[in-house]
């Protein structure tokens, strides 16, 4: 691809790759193009989140006298908005809704894909001004186009997806998309609120030094999970030093910080929660489909998180994902006959 200038926004980039597949439809780059301004908007509502009483409980009054909506649930609203009103989703699922919302109009019945997210990840961490965002995931869907969407196209492997992003609101905002064809993020200009390409063909280090990981849970974890830490914390590690551990709570940016510069990022099962915390449709899925394009790897412990045929839309899974070599290390501990036993 030749590009005559430096900066390339969002919607260029994805009309340039348009140029490479003359059947495509454009509907992907609609998608995108749709979370994107939708994420503009949560973002405005991030960065105020302090100023107003956005905050509160749902069902609070403003001083405007206005119902005050939980900033997760203004982000949520964003989403589903953008992509009813928007021609290029059949319907969508959300960590903030029990069932998927099937747009069932004639345009939607049509389009070929469908879209999980979690809309805000992380949001206990509004109120104390850290890093939060939104994770999202694009399937096509299995049942036939001019017919509502089903629960059969939602619950795919994450194999099957077509795209997968997420968007950090943080010291700047950045939005990084995935497809097959590779990985790119692009920051938000706030002068001309347009996301431009930022970070081309991103591609996860083999390894680094970084771990993250809840360590509060440590002896709530499997054996296999503690050994691993402790080599992290001791001198045979690849590095021949020990790792340093770096845990925010907020997934989207202790993966994006590992994705740039290598780390590995675990919450596993722990003897209170057999199947671990996170989500596998829009919260593991998509971070693996992403990272895996990137070049490391993703597991539920047990298999490729993306190999996993989901039963249910809220599920949960153990996740463990990161640089190839470290990935390749802590399976060594997850595979032992040990953690089998
Ligand atoms: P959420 O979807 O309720 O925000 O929970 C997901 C978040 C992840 O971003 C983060 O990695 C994890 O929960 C932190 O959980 P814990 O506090 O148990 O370590
Ligand atoms: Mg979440």
Redesign the pocket.
């Known amino acids: 691809m030749v590009v005559d200038r430096k900066i390339l926004t969002l919607d260029e980039f994805t009309i340039q790759q348009l140029r490479d597949f003359p059947q495509a439809t454009g509907e992907l780059s609609g998608l995108l193009r749709d979370i994107g301004l939708a994420a503009k908007r949560v973002n405005v509502e991030v960065n105020k989140a302090g100023l107003v009483d956005i905050l509160g409980d749902t069902g609070n009054i403003n001083v405007q006298g206005e119902e005050v909506k939980k900033l997760d649930e203004f982000a949520n609203d964003q989403f589903v908005g953008v992509l009813r009103h928007g021609i290029s989703c059949a319907g969508i699922a959300s ?1 903030e809704l029990d069932d998927i919302v099937v747009f069932n109009d004639p345009v939607s019945n049509n389009s070929k894909y469908i879209c999980m997210f ?1 809309p805000l ?4 961490n509004i109120d104390v001004n850290i890093s939060i965002g939104t994770i999202f995931s694009i399937y096509r869907r299995v049942t036939e186009k001019g017919k509502p969407a089903e629960l059969k196209d939602f619950l795919q492997p994450g194999n099957q997806q077509v795209a997968a992003g997420y968007i950090i609101y943080g010291s700047s905002t950045i939005f990084v998309y995935g497809t097959r064809r590779g990985v790119n993020g692009f920051t938000l200009d706030p002068s001309i609120g347009e996301y431009s390409l930022s970070h081309p063909d991103i591609k996860c280090p083999e390894s680094g030094n970084i771990y993250s990981v ?1 360590h509060g849970h440590f002896f709530r974890y499997p054996e296999s999970v503690k050994k691993y830490i402790d080599v992290c914390q001791h001198k045979n590690n690849t590095n021949g030093g020990p790792y340093t551990q770096r845990y925010i ?4 940016a ?1 993966v994006h910080r590992n994705l740039l510069k290598g780390g590995i990022f675990m ?1 596993p099962e722990t003897t209170d929660k057999p199947n671990g ?2 989500r596998l449709l829009y919260e593991c899925n998509p971070f693996a489909f992403i990272v895996e394009v990137a070049g490391g790897k993703a597991t539920n412990g047990k298999e490729r998180i993306l190999d996993v045929q989901p039963t249910e839309l809220h599920q949960r899974s153990p996740f463990f994902v990161g640089s190839k070599k470290m990935m390749e290390e802590l399976e060594g501990f997850l595979n032992s006959k040990d953690a089998k036993a």
């Open positions: 960590e979690d990840d992380g949001s206990a809840n709570g907020s997934m989207v202790d919450y915390k996170l």
